[in-house]
């Protein structure tokens, strides 16, 4: 089994930032990418970022791209988001994933290519 669990989500001015943090548990996380996906009320779950599991390539929705930066620390099990110059459209619940499967060389943008998930965090930008 693996525990997923997010952290760092709050109420932030827009244009300021905020870091996300998701800590994995249960199986070798250096080896499985790993991703962010948000969901606003009333809205669908949305691809954010993705990292490989060797962390030499991300991606981004085009929504976020220049703004936020996914990062990861296979040593602490842990996988990042920065989140900069947020707007108020970034308000939403924030999920970290954990790929299905491992060291996969392409990275995923649906939800249903990720296997485990956290709880989510709220981010909240004020406008």
């Known amino acids: 089994q693996v525990q997923l669990v997010e952290s760092g989500g709050g109420l932030v001015q827009a244009g300021g930032s905020l870091r996300l943090s998701c800590a994995a548990s249960g199986r070798t996380f250096s080896s499985y990418n790993m991703g962010w996906f948000r969901q606003a009320p009333g809205k669908e779950r949305e691809f954010v970022a993705a990292i490989l599991w060797s962390a030499v390539s991300t991606y981004y929705a085009d929504s976020v791209k220049g703004r936020f930066t996914i990062s990861r620390d296979n040593a602490k099990n842990t996988v990042y988001l920065q989140m900069n110059s947020l707007k108020a459209e970034d308000t939403a619940v924030y999920y970290c994933?954990?790929?299905?499967?491992?060291?996969?060389?392409?990275?995923?943008?649906?939800?249903?290519?990720?296997?485990?998930w956290g709880q989510g965090t709220q981010v909240t930008v004020s406008s």
């Open positions: 994933a954990a790929d299905q499967f491992a060291r996969r060389f392409q990275l995923a943008t649906y939800s249903y290519e990720y296997i485990y």
